[in-house]
């Protein structure tokens, strides 16, 4: 399981379940950027922000505890890169939604 340093299960599961959370959390701030208030904008984005920065910690944490003894840290910090590439992608396109158009 554990080759070169990293666990490929791990990395495989971990990059599924951020791509189906950054779809969530995606149509969750797109909502919130097409709300006609303010307190549902804030509600929305700040939401979806949370709610991906608690699961990705969870995840983590339930990897490193199941893993105590052979806990990966490239694999965390390969996670930790994909995090980082899906919340630039969403936020991109998220400026693009909230651009308005000429």
């Known amino acids: 399981m554990l080759d070169n340093g990293v666990h490929?299960?791990?990395l495989l599961f971990g990059n599924?379940?951020?791509?189906?959370l950054s779809a969530?959390?995606?149509?969750?701030?797109r909502k919130g950027v097409q709300a006609e208030s303010n307190s549902v904008f804030m509600l929305r984005?700040?939401?979806a922000m949370?709610?991906?920065m608690m699961l990705c910690l969870a995840g983590i944490t339930?990897?490193?505890?199941?893993n105590?003894?052979?806990t990966s840290r490239y694999t965390i910090f390969t996670l930790?890169?994909?995090?980082?590439?899906?919340a630039i992608c969403e936020n991109v396109s998220l400026q693009k939604v909230a651009r308005p158009q000429k």
């Open 8 to 10: 490929h299960n791990v």
């Open 16 to 20: 599924l379940a951020l791509a189906s």
């Open 24 to 29: 969530f959390t995606y149509n969750m701030s």
């Open 45 to 47: 984005v700040y939401g």
């Open 50 to 52: 949370i709610s991906r």
């Open 62 to 66: 339930i990897y490193a505890v199941v």
């Open 68 to 70: 105590r003894a052979n």
């Open 80 to 86: 930790m890169f994909f995090y980082a590439v899906y």
